[in-house]
């Protein structure tokens, strides 16, 4: 136990120099906000469709760890804004940590001088994407982690915090619990140290991300159904065995092997910086970044990146307090975390200049932007800072300024590149999903082909409805916004109502796949579940549900090792829709209700 607390000394006081006449060329550029656009913030109570909660959390990274506190549970839906937008911009009117934040980003500074990260990672470069670049009229810088030895910035932090610990602290080993990349981090570090290495994983990881971790050296351990019971196992076991738990992101010295990201690029870039864009998932890498680049330069901006489903420094920052998301969206996995750390949140709230949202679809138009430049295929997370800075830029209209993203990291899935090619030009606005109501009477479909016109339809599926009318679910492939404006608008002229559906989920991930008439059904419920990808998954699901009530519809749609979207039809009277209420949540599976949802109701019945 001495050990293990030794090694977890989050609430230690970080030793700090002053330096002085540190030069650099980095500069300040003013923003304009561009004036075509109107900030807007949806921060809807999350009671709308999940009550608030307050839930009890120990915060088990530091010492404090046997006394928990209140944590605020809230919706990512709670907090929605603008792609490109930056929001959650920490308020800092108060001020009441200033000096307590100077003095530990300078002790930050100086230790991120000091790492030994080298010993295994690479100063990757920081490269033009001139593709971008000339789309966007400013100049993308892409910082280049994606081509460190494990394909990822974790080998950054996990080595680090690893090289600082004493010889007989070692000599016992060292543990941690992750999916992906710092599990292989940390493996890693455990060779280049000849210490031995065991990673806890859950049973859902696919054999080629365990695989791979072994292949370093170091032992895995498949256990628990979520990252949260490996997390449990590893930190349970570090204090049987003596071994130092790694924590992913919420130690200072793994946010300062992560800073070393921030002192490479200062010293790369030779041009005045606009913006830095960074991937957030616990906030190792931009509460590392900011600590460093803040003290060199603290006008050049440093903005996080988050997914719409997976904000929880968004909303932590919103809220002036950590809080815990009731659900996360599994697509970028690698940033998939309910809670930011409690020392990156620290730093981030006192360094951070806001957070931008992006959309699954907006990640993987990044995806295919990062292959048309430099022929690599980043993983979701690691194009997430891309996505970020090519919505702010258009948000803001940005021109002629250098933004950097972090291509953090490269783990790609392969069986996920299906969903990411589906979506790319829905992401980039080339393809437009439509659906548009028509009369059943003849001439009808030939009238609607010739108001579609000249544009290039790549998909068509038509479904007689009722006597009345027929609708047609299609895409199309967009060359400017005004040609698709200009389209909707014939079809208004003719009285064929037209919906845009490009950004609604439920559509491109079901009922695109499943549009048809169907028997009017007493009673049914439809919910969408999100399954985790693992034997067994089903029958749980099904030993819950049935059969106590009829499942009347079922759809299957894979995300890869991320889980399963799965939209499900379930007849329940409403005299026991209080029991189905009180039996879903128990599964354990992200879920929600469908309540008359327009889309629904035209495509399915």
Same mark, same amino acid.
């Given at each position: 136990?001495?050990?293990?607390?030794?090694?977890?000394?989050?609430?230690?006081?970080?030793?700090?120099?002053?330096?002085?006449?540190?030069?650099?060329?980095?500069?300040?550029?003013?923003?304009?906000?561009?004036?075509?656009?109107?900030?807007?913030?949806?921060?809807?109570?999350?009671?709308?469709?999940?009550?608030?909660?307050?839930?009890?959390?120990?915060?088990?990274?530091?010492?404090?760890?046997?006394?928990?506190?209140?944590?605020?549970?809230?919706?990512?839906?709670?907090?929605?804004?603008?792609?490109?937008?930056?929001?959650?911009?920490?308020?800092?009117?108060?001020?009441?940590?200033?000096?307590?934040?100077?003095?530990?980003?300078?002790?930050?500074?100086?230790?991120?001088?000091?790492?030994?990260?080298?010993?295994?990672?690479?100063?990757?470069?920081?490269?033009?994407?001139?593709?971008?670049?000339?789309?966007?009229?400013?100049?993308?810088?892409?910082?280049?982690?994606?081509?460190?030895?494990?394909?990822?910035?974790?080998?950054?932090?996990?080595?680090?915090?690893?090289?600082?610990?004493?010889?007989?602290?070692?000599?016992?080993?060292?543990?941690?619990?992750?999916?992906?990349?710092?599990?292989?981090?940390?493996?890693?570090?455990?060779?280049?140290?000849?210490?031995?290495?065991?990673?806890?994983?859950?049973?859902?990881?696919?054999?080629?991300?365990?695989?791979? @971790?072994? #292949?370093?050296?170091?032992? *895995?351990?498949? &256990? /628990?159904?979520?990252?949260?019971? %490996?997390? $449990?196992? =590893?930190?349970?076991?570090?204090?049987?065995?003596?071994?130092?738990?790694?924590?992913?992101?919420?130690?200072?010295?793994?946010?300062?092997?992560?800073?070393?990201?921030?002192?490479?690029?200062?010293?790369?870039?030779?041009?005045?910086?606009?913006?830095?864009?960074?991937?957030?998932?616990?906030?190792?890498?931009?509460?590392?970044?900011?600590?460093? @680049?803040? #003290?060199?330069?603290?006008? *050049?901006?440093? &903005? /996080?990146?988050?997914?719409?489903? %997976?904000? $929880?420094? =968004?909303?932590?920052?919103?809220?002036?307090?950590?809080?815990?998301?009731?659900?996360?969206?599994?697509?970028?996995?690698?940033?998939?975390?309910?809670?930011?750390?409690?020392?990156?949140?620290?730093?981030?709230?006192?360094?951070?200049?806001?957070?931008?949202?992006?959309?699954?679809?907006?990640?993987?138009?990044?995806?295919?932007?990062?292959?048309?430049?430099? #022929?690599?295929?980043?993983?979701?997370?690691?194009?997430?800072?891309?996505?970020?800075?090519?919505?702010?830029?258009?948000?803001?209209?940005?021109?002629?300024?250098?933004?950097?993203?972090?291509?953090?990291?490269?783990?790609?899935?392969?069986?996920?590149?299906?969903?990411?090619?589906?979506?790319?030009?829905?992401?980039?606005?080339?393809?437009?999903?439509?659906?548009?109501?028509?009369?059943?009477?003849?001439?009808?479909?030939?009238?609607?082909?010739?108001?579609?016109?000249?544009?290039?339809?790549?998909?068509?599926?038509?479904?007689?409805?009722?006597?009345?009318?027929?609708?047609?679910?299609?895409?199309?492939?967009?060359?400017?916004?005004?040609?698709?404006?200009?389209?909707?608008?014939?079809?208004?002229?003719?009285?064929?109502?037209?919906?845009?559906?490009?950004?609604?989920?439920?559509?491109?991930?079901?009922?695109?796949?499943?549009?048809?008439?169907?028997?009017?059904?007493?009673?049914?419920?439809?919910?969408?579940?999100?399954?985790?990808?693992?034997?067994?998954?089903?029958?749980?699901?099904?030993?819950?549900?049935?059969?106590?009530?009829?499942?009347?519809?079922?759809?299957?749609?894979?995300?890869?090792?991320?889980?399963?979207?799965?939209?499900?039809?379930?007849?329940?009277?409403?005299?026991?829709?209080?029991?189905?209420?009180?039996?879903?949540?128990?599964?354990?599976?992200?879920?929600?209700?469908?309540?008359?949802?327009?889309?629904?109701?035209?495509?399915?019945?």
């Amino acid at each position: 136990m001495t050990q293990t607390m030794e090694a977890l000394r989050l609430s230690q006081p970080q030793p700090h120099l002053l330096l002085r006449n540190h030069r650099h060329r980095m500069q300040y550029t003013t923003l304009h906000p561009n004036p075509r656009f109107k900030p807007f913030v949806t921060t809807t109570a999350a009671a709308v469709s999940k009550p608030v909660e307050m839930v009890s959390v120990p915060f088990v990274e530091s010492p404090a760890a046997a006394v928990a506190s209140p944590r605020l549970k809230v919706s990512p839906d709670s907090l929605q804004y603008p792609p490109g937008y930056v929001g959650a911009v920490p308020d800092r009117s108060r001020g009441s940590d200033e000096d307590d934040c100077g003095v530990s980003a300078m002790g930050y500074l100086t230790s991120i001088l000091t790492s030994k990260v080298y010993d295994v990672a690479v100063e990757s470069p920081l490269e033009l994407a001139p593709k971008l670049s000339e789309r966007l009229g400013v100049n993308v810088w892409l910082k280049r982690e994606d081509l460190q030895p494990v394909f990822s910035f974790k080998i950054r932090g996990a080595y680090n915090m690893m090289a600082k610990l004493p010889k007989d602290v070692l000599e016992k080993g060292v543990i941690c619990s992750s999916a992906g990349n710092h599990a292989q981090g940390v493996a890693m570090s455990a060779k280049r140290l000849n210490c031995s290495a065991v990673i806890a994983m859950p049973v859902t990881t696919p054999d080629i991300k365990w695989k791979s @971790v072994e #292949r370093w050296g170091a032992t *895995v351990v498949l &256990i /628990g159904d979520s990252y949260d019971e %490996a997390q $449990a196992y =590893a930190k349970k076991r570090a204090i049987e065995d003596g071994r130092t738990f790694i924590p992913p992101f919420d130690h200072p010295d793994v946010i300062m092997g992560q800073g070393t990201v921030g002192m490479e690029i200062v010293r790369q870039m030779k041009r005045p910086v606009h913006a830095i864009f960074v991937p957030v998932g616990g906030g190792g890498l931009i509460a590392g970044i900011a600590a460093y @680049v803040k #003290r060199i330069n603290p006008e *050049v901006k440093t &903005i /996080g990146v988050e997914p719409t489903d %997976a904000n $929880a420094l =968004a909303l932590s920052l919103h809220h002036g307090q950590r809080v815990v998301l009731d659900q996360v969206g599994g697509f970028a996995d690698g940033v998939a975390v309910k809670e930011v750390g409690e020392e990156t949140f620290r730093l981030c709230k006192e360094l951070v200049d806001g957070v931008v949202l992006v959309s699954r679809d907006a990640i993987c138009a990044s995806i295919k932007d990062m292959f048309e430049e430099k #022929r690599s295929i980043l993983e979701p997370a690691g194009a997430l800072a891309l996505a970020g800075a090519e919505a702010y830029c258009k948000y803001y209209g940005l021109k002629g300024e250098n933004v950097i993203a972090i291509t953090s990291g490269a783990n790609m899935n392969f069986d996920k590149l299906r969903i990411v090619t589906e979506l790319a030009n829905v992401g980039r606005n080339q393809e437009a999903l439509l659906l548009t109501v028509m009369p059943e009477e003849p001439g009808s479909f030939k009238q609607f082909c010739e108001l579609v016109g000249q544009m290039n339809i790549t998909e068509f599926k038509y479904r007689y409805s009722s006597k009345e009318k027929a609708v047609v679910l299609y895409s199309v492939g967009v060359h400017t916004p005004l040609e698709l404006k200009e389209m909707q608008e014939r079809m208004e002229t003719f009285k064929l109502v037209t919906h845009n559906l490009s950004d609604v989920d439920l559509v491109k991930d079901h009922l695109r796949h499943m549009m048809g008439a169907r028997p009017d059904i007493q009673n049914e419920v439809f919910c969408r579940f999100t399954f985790p990808e693992r034997p067994g998954a089903l029958t749980k699901f099904l030993d819950s549900f049935s059969p106590r009530w009829n499942i009347s519809l079922f759809h299957y749609r894979a995300q890869g090792e991320t889980g399963a979207n799965v939209l499900v039809g379930i007849q329940v009277p409403s005299s026991e829709m209080e029991e189905f209420n009180d039996r879903a949540p128990g599964l354990g599976y992200d879920y929600n209700v469908l309540f008359d949802d327009l889309f629904f109701k035209l495509l399915m019945h």
